[in-house]
């Protein structure tokens, strides 16, 4: 197995399926059952999920109010995804640990990076709620972030598109994927994998960085098996 330990980055909005807000309880049943199928193969798996489909700090901002507020908002909205998401991998016997960067203690373990990395190689999927526990952050961040201090080969950033093109797929239909890329090519050509303080801490720590399709049925062990779906970014 080329990656043994993997931080799955999972934006909240993938959470809502065909939904406008919160959380498509069919799409929650299938992500699980995703982890489950990497699980099963032996790879340690932690995982970062977004609030974007339910609060975002901007949002905050954009009607006048405080932003750090918002981002604390945010924060949480991660922690009922995360809940969620541990709900659904324990429905289906998977052994959860939801680690939180804000102190939730009647919900969740405080963050404690040996705390992380016992529960992994105990096998037990590690959840990592609050994002980094600190306003002006993105989960982005925090699985960048995380998935250094834990040591992870690769984070692998799910999301609805199969990788990264030379321009918006879904806006340009001569676009073309990248199978490889290195991440000074992402920075000149200005193409969006993460935001920059997330990429740039990947770059530093020379942490690769996979995007693929979560949506689609099998992709992510099919990742994990070594075959070329998505886009990796590297040195
Ligand atoms: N957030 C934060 N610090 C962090 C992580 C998240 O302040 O370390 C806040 C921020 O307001 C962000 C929101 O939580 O907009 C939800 O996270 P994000 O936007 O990254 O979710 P996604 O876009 O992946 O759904």
């Known amino acids: 197995m080329k990656y043994k ?3 799955l980055k999972l934006s909240g909005e993938s959470l809502m399926g065909e939904q ?18 990497v699980v099963d193969m032996g790879v340690q798996v932690a995982i970062v999920i977004g609030g974007g489909n339910i609060y975002r700090g901007m949002q905050a ?8 507020q918002g981002d ?12 969620a ?13 939801l680690l939180s960067g804000i102190n939730i203690q009647q ?3 405080p963050y404690i990076r040996r705390r ?3 529960h ?3 096998g037990r999927v590690v959840i990592f709620g609050a994002g980094i526990g600190s306003p002006y952050f993105t989960t982005d961040s925090a699985a960048s972030l995380r998935a250094i201090e834990i040591e992870a080969d690769v984070v692998l950033k799910g999301t609805r598109v199969d990788g990264i093109y030379t321009a918006d797929p879904e806006k340009d239909p001569k676009a073309t994927r990248y199978t490889n890329i290195t991440f000074q090519e992402v920075f000149e050509k200005d193409l969006n994998v993460m935001d920059m303080t997330a990429f740039t801490l990947c770059k530093e720590n020379n942490l690769p960085i996979i995007v693929f399709d979560m949506n689609k049925k099998g992709n992510l062990s099919k990742v994990l098996d070594g075959e070329e779906i998505g886009t990796l970014v590297s040195m």
Not at 20 to 37: F, Q, T, W
Not at 85 to 97: G, M, P, Y
């Open 61 to 68: 901002e954009e009607v006048g109010l405080d932003r750090v």
């Open 120 to 122: 992994l190689e105990k």
């Open 85 to 97: 998401l541990q709900s659904a991998l324990e429905k289906i016997n998977v052994n959860t640990r």
């Open 5 to 7: 330990r993997i931080l």
């Open 72 to 83: 604390y908002m945010g924060m949480l909205a991660t922690v009922i995804n995360s809940m």
């Open 107 to 109: 919900v969740c373990e």
């Open 116 to 118: 992380a990395m016992r």
């Open 20 to 37: 406008n807000y919160g959380i498509d309880p069919n799409r929650l049943v299938e992500y699980s059952a995703e982890i489950k199928s």
